[in-house]
């Protein structure tokens, strides 16, 4: 199984239609997108709803444009997703 990390490193390549399922929100924490039925194993593994992939692509678009266009970092795009996942609203400018 994957991680967080390994889901976000390959955001750009998921289905927009897919749900990103965690144990966690911890960059280590096992993570799986699903789309559909497959909700259902993931749920029966212990995982639990994360946030939608297109969503997730969002965060890192909104991060970047509030930062100049700045391209995010592996770190940058977890920390922008995560909050979003939990806050449902995007990472603030510091």
């Not at 890192?60 to 509030?66: F, N, Q, R, Y």
Request: aromatic letters at 8%.
């Amino acid at each position: 199984m994957e991680t967080l990390r390994d889901v976000v490193r390959a955001l750009d390549e998921l289905d927009d239609d897919g749900t990103i399922y965690t144990d966690g929100g911890s960059p280590a924490a096992r993570a799986v997108v699903v789309t559909g039925a497959s909700a259902r194993d993931a749920k029966a593994a212990g995982l639990r709803y994360f946030l939608e992939v297109a969503l997730a692509k969002e965060a890192v678009l909104v991060w970047s444009e509030w930062r100049g266009s700045a391209q995010p970092t592996l770190d940058d795009r977890l920390m922008a997703i995560a909050y979003y996942a939990e806050h449902d609203a995007y990472l603030p400018v510091d």
